[in-house]
Nanobody
Framework: QVQLVESGGGLVQAGGSLRLSCAAS????????MDWYRQAPGKQRDLVAA???????NYLDSVKGRFIISRDNAKNTVYLEMNSLKTEDTGVYYC??????????????WGQGTQVTVSS
């Protein structure tokens, strides 16, 4: 069984910073892409940042220049460094990964989500 466990959310004032972590565990052979999504109350879940196994990144326009996604392949972990946070960044942040297990099964899995609240 494989799973993603997120951490690092919390309450922060506008202009502040937070760092989210998402660790994959289980019988993992390799991880392809790892992404961060965000879902604000009453809204759809949006892709915030993505990173491939080779390190190529992609960002939602509204977070470019403020958020940085990175990954540690040795630890099967992806990070999201969030700076200059705005109230509109508030939401539940979910980690998503596409991975291959040691018995050659492909999984597209989600973490449980971590709440980020930015106060004005």
């Amino acid at each position: 069984q494989v799973q993603l466990v997120e951490s690092g959310g919390g309450l922060v004032q506008a202009g502040g910073s937070l760092r989210l972590s998402c660790a994959a565990s289980g019988s993992i052979f390799s991880i392809n892409k790892m992404d961060w999504y965000r879902q604000a109350p009453g809204k759809q879940r949006d892709l915030v940042a993505a990173i491939t196994s080779s390190g190529s990144t992609n960002y939602l326009d509204s977070v470019k220049g403020r958020f940085i996604i990175s990954r540690d392949n040795a630890k099967n972990t992806v990070y999201l460094e969030m700076n200059s946070l705005k109230t509109e960044d508030t939401g539940v942040y979910y980690c998503n990964a596409v991975l291959i297990t040691t018995n050659h099964l492909i999984y597209n899995i989600w973490g449980q989500g971590t709440q980020v609240t930015v106060s004005s």
